[in-house]
């Protein structure tokens, strides 16, 4: 079946690094912009990156630019979240998300609206 | 930036009875390109509505949305116990930077 699996998250202190992975399977992983969405506890969803299907194109909201990277490896099935210089306020649930695509009349639409979210992995950051 | 402020923070229904969740932004969302999702504790969001009122894969037909430009509606025609949640807002009509509301808890009275 469709399904994204996060994996990486844990405990680190401020200023240190952390990768995070989300593997994709049971859908055409190279076909599908993917995105990362984070979730503090207790409080409300946050978008956090995006990157084309083939990796041409990224975008970042403006509280991780220049210091988080997505990345992705389409032989592996495979999304990385590289976190850079961690933050307390980066302390959050992130969960990776597959954009929506339907079919027209033999036309494929994306829509920036997520369908498939993984399970979601936990990034504390505190000394 | 697209702001999206729902409303109300919280609902407080019984089943059975019909609920109305709103999402008003602070500019207009371009082609109604507006999502909404179901969160329930410890688990991840479940995509219920995109284009403001196609319903997604699997979702019952007593979810629907509506509304174009800034307001935008969710309604549940007669709640099941399995409802009650929290509901967010999504716009991506400024793609591909998304936003989402803060949340509507839709609570059991």
């Known amino acids: 079946q469709v399904q994204l699996v996060e994996s990486g998250g844990g405990v680190v202190q401020p200023g240190r690094s952390l990768r995070l992975s989300c593997a994709a399977s049971?859908?055409?992983?190279?076909?599908?912009?993917m995105h990362w969405v984070r979730q503090a506890p207790g409080k409300g969803l946050e978008w956090v990156a995006v990157?084309?299907?083939?990796?041409?194109?990224?975008y970042y909201a403006d509280s991780v630019k220049g210091r988080f990277t997505i990345s992705r490896d389409n032989s592996k099935n495979t999304l990385y979240l590289q976190m850079n210089s961690l933050r307390a306020e980066d302390t959050a649930v992130y969960y990776c998300?597959?954009?929506?695509?339907?079919?027209?009349?033999?036309?494929?639409?994306?829509?920036?609206?997520?369908?498939?979210w993984g399970q979601g992995t936990m990034v504390t950051v505190s000394s | 930036e697209i702001v999206l402020t729902q409303s109300p923070g919280t609902l407080s229904l019984s089943p059975g009875e019909r609920a109305t969740l709103s999402c008003r932004a602070s500019?207009?969302?371009?082609?109604?390109?507006l999502a909404w999702y179901q969160q329930k504790p410890g688990q991840a969001p479940r995509l219920l509505i995109y284009?403001?009122?196609s319903r997604a894969t699997g979702i019952p037909d007593r979810f629907s949305g509506s509304g174009s430009g800034t307001d935008f509606t969710l309604t549940i025609s007669r709640l099941e116990p399995e409802d009650f949640a929290v509901y967010y807002c999504?716009?991506?009509?400024?793609?591909?930077?998304?936003?989402f509301g803060q949340g509507t808890k839709l609570e059991i009275k």
């Open positions: 999504q716009q991506y009509g400024s793609s591909p930077y998304v936003t």
């Open positions: 500019q207009s969302v371009s082609s109604s390109y």
């Open positions: 284009g403001a009122s």
């Open positions: 990157i084309s299907y083939d990796g041409s194109n990224k």
């Open positions: 998300a597959k954009v929506t695509q339907i079919t027209i009349f033999g036309v494929v639409i994306t829509y920036d609206a997520f369908d498939i």
């Open positions: 049971g859908f055409t992983f190279s076909s599908y912009g």
